[in-house]
Each structure stands twice: as C-alpha cells, then as structure tokens.
C-alpha cells in the first residue's frame, strides 16, 4: 500500500511557474515508477509526466515536453513536477500516480495508486 500526497498546486499567470511535490509514504517507495497525471472540468485525466524507478529515465506527453520537468528524491520519497511557462489550458488538478508495471504511461486505469490532487489555476 501506498499513499501519496501532493502540494504545491496554486494561481499563476501564464508565463509563470510551480513546482508540484507528491510525498510518498509507505514501503520501498524506490521500486515504483510514478507518474504526474492531470484532469481538466469536462475532460478525461490524462498523462503529463512520468519517471522510472532509477529518476534517469523521463517520459513526457507533448503538451509538457520543454516546459514541464519530472524529478524523484528517492531518499526524501518524493516525486516532483517543475512546470515553466505555464498556460491557460494547464489549469487542472493535477495528480501524482502509481502505473502499475508494464502498463503504458498514458493508461490511466493502469494507475494503480493515486494521490488526492492539487489545484492548478493559470490566468490569461
């Protein structure tokens, strides 16, 4: 069992920045890949940002690549989204995730775990 927390979220103005944090508790926190996911009112959840269990390794959906950067601190288990140059359409709550191994990034039901949210709100 794993329970992940995240913070972070807020308002910003489009150019703007945030970092997200999701805090991990629970066992061996190091042997998950996590992933940052996000849903919008009216729309699905979909895949942001994901990072294996080694932190070398990133995955990015298009609509984050150059301006979001995913990163782990294993030892503080924690997980962590730095988003640059944020846009109207990032508004979300945005969630940290647990994809279950060999499932595709952008499978969202193959998140096994979620977190609760936190709100992201960009102003034009």
């Known amino acids: 069992q794993v329970q992940l927390v995240e913070s972070g979220g807020g308002l910003v103005e489009a150019g703007g920045s945030l970092r997200l944090s999701c805090a991990a508790s629970?066992?061996?926190?190091?042997?998950?890949?996590m992933g940052w996911y996000r849903q919008a009112p009216g729309k699905e959840r979909e895949f942001v940002a994901g990072i294996k269990q080694n932190g070398v390794q990133e995955f990015y959906a298009n609509s984050a690549k150059g301006r979001f950067t995913i990163s782990r601190d294993n030892a503080k288990n924690t997980v962590y989204l730095q988003m640059d140059s944020l846009k109207p359409e990032d508004a979300a709550v945005y969630y940290c995730?647990?994809?279950?191994?060999?499932?595709?990034?952008?499978?969202?039901?193959?998140?096994?775990?979620w977190g609760q949210g936190t709100q992201v709100t960009v102003s034009s």
């Open positions: 995730g647990t994809p279950r191994p060999g499932s595709s990034w952008y499978e969202i039901s193959g998140v096994r775990y």
């Open positions: 629970g066992r061996a926190f190091s042997s998950y890949a």
